[in-house]
């Protein structure tokens, strides 16, 4: 199973996600900054990895700091949570673990010294990366479940695989599921313009594990579901509001609405570290916007004339009527939504 993220003694390393899959090279984040920019530049992306890297990078931080005692780091670590919550908004995963570090050094006295700080922290951030490629297996285990005899065909879109999570996926950690049982049909993989997850990773990730596919212009997905040959749609989540409202990777409105009109069901897989329980609904959802370029060119290369306008959200917000479960590692969250939201909370 390929993890993207490694961590030791001081010592970040990332595959650079943009240079897959016709490159594997992996990145040092040497310090706090390099992490902050490795995620704003989307060496990783993916809401789960983006917290794992987020935890590795307080951790590291800690680690190579010359501090004597958590008194005199304490400054450095509020710095470093406040400059990761700068690097990409949507995703809440990042900020739920900025709240969880506060919550875990709330609890140091003032005179700890920083060896123990390092040792708790660095425990503290593999537990998290442990934790979510368990979650990831738990959410294939309950993806399987609610499949009944006969082999599925999934339609899948943006990446929300090993690459985007600890290791093993959310949407991708179903589809692995069902494969590795033999429940797996075959799966279609929108390319997810503009900036191609589904044609750079899921492939990628698909091709390594031998799971039959193709990949699909993310306009073909209509004339896809109208021909019968779909069974779930499985997407994952950056968000999700308490009233079931999900944000995702743009193009999962639209996939909804399709899912809807061709009677295809369409579900969320996605960790319970997702929710975003202060958000009431979609409207509470910040959405990152993303450069122009990522439009007018293509391969580096100027696509658009110039002065050409550009929206570019990055996310859309699926309403949660539109959506037939959400596949958590706690098992199937359905209608109603704000109830068995509130249950999952307590
Ligand atoms: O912009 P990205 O590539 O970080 O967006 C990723 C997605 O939208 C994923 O579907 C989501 O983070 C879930 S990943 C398990």
Known sequence: LFSAIKYKSGCLELIDQRLLPLEKKWVTCSDLESVAIAIEDMVVRGAPAIACVAAYGLAMDAFLSNTTNWEDYRSDFIKNCERLKKTRPTAVNLFNLISDAKNFLDS???????????????????????????????????????????????????????????????????IRSLHAVGQLNYVFVDETRPYMQGTRLTAFELIEEGIPFSLQVDSAAASTLASGHVDWVV??????????????????YALAILAKYHGVAFYVAAPVSTFDFNARTGEDIPIEQRPA??????????????????????????????????????????????????????
Do not use: Q
């Open 293 to 346: 370029e990522e439009l007018t060119s293509f391969g580096g290369h100027p696509i658009a004339a110039p002065g050409t306008e550009v929206i570019n959200p990055s996310f859309d917000v699926t309403p949660a009527e539109l959506i037939t479960g959400i596949i958590t590692e706690e098992g199937v969250i359905r209608a109603p939504y704000p109830d068995h939201i509130a249950t999952l909370m307590e």
């Open 108 to 174: 140091f006295e003032d005179k700890i010294p920083m060896s123990k700080v390092k040792t708790d922290l660095e425990k503290w951030a593999d537990g998290f990366f442990d934790n979510d490629l368990e979650t990831c297996r738990a959410i294939g285990e309950v993806g399987l479940s609610i499949a009944g005899e006969k082999k599925i065909s999934i339609l899948t879109h943006c990446n929300a695989g090993s690459l985007a999570t600890a290791g093993y996926g959310t949407a991708l950690g179903v």
């Open 235 to 252: 997407v994952g989540a950056d968000r999700i509001a308490s009233n079931g409202d999900t944000a995702n990777k743009i193009g999962t």
